[in-house]
């Protein structure tokens, strides 16, 4: 079956820098496109980044921009999502998610941004 398992949540500091990971399994890894999401206490889901199934093409929400980079290891069935310069309002759950016709969803990783 398709699992999504994200990690590497933690709590840092204001301007640090911290890693996601995305284990998937259960599926063809390189043929789908995988994107971050995140959620803060109160608001709705938003996508923070996308990355396209071998990898060429990649987008990002404006607030991350030049901040956060998306990459995948097809190799690993892997997405990481590389985050610098993090702010207090990147703190949220951070998912991940397979596109495709039918969208699948890991389970989430907390990540606190505070001094």
């Known amino acids: 079956q398709v699992q999504l398992v994200e990690s590497g949540g933690d709590s840092v500091q204001p301007g640090g820098s911290l890693r996601l990971s995305c284990a998937a399994s259960?599926?063809?890894?390189?043929?789908?496109?995988i994107s971050w999401y995140r959620q803060a206490p109160g608001k709705e889901r938003e996508l923070v980044a996308a990355?396209?199934?071998?990898?060429?093409?990649?987008n990002y929400a404006d607030s991350v921009k030049g901040r956060f980079t998306i990459s995948r290891d097809n190799a690993k069935n892997t997405v990481y999502l590389q985050m610098n310069s993090v702010k207090p309002e990147d703190t949220a759950v951070y998912y991940c998610?397979?596109?495709?016709?039918?969208?699948?969803w890991g389970q989430g990783t907390q990540v606190t941004i505070s001094s």
């Open positions: 259960g599926f063809t890894f390189s043929s789908y496109a």
């Open positions: 998610k397979r596109g495709g016709s039918t969208p699948y």
């Open positions: 990355i396209s199934g071998p990898g060429g093409t990649t």
